[in-house]
Antibody, heavy 119, light 106 residues
């Protein structure tokens, strides 16, 4: 079965960076894109960006441009999301999702990774 | 950027009620509209994609309709396990979520 398993919770200071991993199994990793979605405490869902199947081309939401990088390692079927220059309003649960080519929807989700930014 | 607006933000309903949630897009998105259900402490779950296609395994009491800028999610007979927050999401241009609609027990 399809599974996305994310790395554990992180606590970071303002200005630091965080890198969250998402290990995929149960499907052909290279054939599907990965999107990242975050959710601040008590708030709604925010799409952060997507890394494409095959090419690894990325697209990011405008308000995170310059601070976020999404990558994949096809040798380990793992996706990564790095967020830099962390601020307190980056405190959120971060989800990786499977984002099939041409579909635009997120059919499988990781369990979420809580990132807390606090001095 | 395309903005998605859901209404209402919250609603209270009885078991067995018919519930309708509306999602409006700031510009036409054809049928590039998806719906998710999220329960507290859990990741969201895909319910409906391309406006009206039920994801495999989702009960038939859920249905979606609409195109262009106006969409609806309907639960025909609310069940105890349906109390949750529902989000719409467009995929016409990048991706954007609505702000969510919380459904709780009356």
């Amino acid at each position: 079965q399809v599974r996305l398993v994310q790395s554990g919770a992180e606590v970071k200071k303002p200005g630091a960076s965080v890198k969250v991993s998402c290990k995929a199994s149960g499907y052909t990793f290279i054939s599907y894109g990965i999107s990242w979605v975050r959710q601040a405490p008590g708030q709604g869902l925010e799409w952060m960006g997507r890394i494409s199947e095959y090419s690894g081309k990325t697209m990011y939401t405008q308000n995170l441009q310059g601070r976020v990088t999404m990558t994949t390692d096809t040798s380990t079927n793992t996706a990564y999301m790095e967020l830099r220059s962390l601020r307190s309003d980056d405190t959120a649960v971060y989800y990786c999702t499977r984002d099939p080519l041409g579909s635009g929807y997120f059919d499988y989700w990781g369990q979420g990774t809580l990132v807390t930014v606090s001095s | 950027d395309i903005q998605m607006t859901q209404s209402p933000s919250s609603l209270s309903a009885y078991i067995g009620d018919r519930v309708t949630i509306t999602c409006r897009a700031s510009q036409s998105i054809s049928t590039y509209l998806n719906w998710y259900q999220q329960k507290p402490g859990e990741a969201p779950k895909l319910l409906i994609y391309t406006a009206s296609t039920l994801e495999y395994g989702v009960p038939s009491r859920f249905s979606g309709s609409g195109s262009g800028t106006h969409f609806t999610l309907t639960i025909s007979s609310l069940q105890p396990e349906d109390f949750a927050t529902y989000y719409c999401q467009q995929s016409y241009s990048t991706r954007t979520f609505g702000q969510g609609t919380k459904v709780d027990v009356k």
